[in-house]
């Protein structure tokens, strides 16, 4: 599987955005996808998570109630609707794809990583 994410961009606070990840491959609803981020110097931290089916979803608190994730296994495509963004949201944006139990964690080993989406949310 290869994830290809996008969408990333220069926005206003309050401002949104949606970022969106590709994936090839014929087992794209297998996967529970995942969107991590990386702010300059600080650690990746999950940011959210659907299940293969998109039956079940999780975020991290930080985020709660201002982004979803949405999948569409037609298009072997996850998103990320991001609103009432935030400068505290700016960090690299990364997809991920992991065939095991839903997680939160950033220290498993998740099956595939997609290149970082740079977001940037200016006061």
């Known amino acids: 599987v290869q994830l290809q994410a996008s969408g990333g961009g220069l926005v206003q606070a309050g401002g949104s955005l949606r970022l969106s990840c590709a994936a090839s491959?014929?087992?794209?609803?297998?996967?529970?996808m995942y969107w991590f981020r990386q702010a300059p110097g600080k650690e990746r931290e999950f940011v959210a998570v659907?299940?293969?089916?998109?039956?079940?979803?999780n975020y991290a608190d930080s985020v709660k109630g201002r982004f979803t994730i949405s999948r569409d296994n037609t298009k072997n495509t996850v998103y990320l609707q991001m609103n009432s963004l935030k400068p505290e949201d700016t960090a690299v944006y990364y997809c991920a794809a992991d065939s095991k139990v839903l997680s939160t964690s950033t220290k498993r080993a998740y099956d595939y990583w997609g290149q970082g989406t740079q977001v940037t949310v200016s006061s």
């Open positions: 491959g014929r087992t794209f609803s297998r996967y529970a």
């Open positions: 659907i299940s293969g089916s998109g039956g079940s979803t």
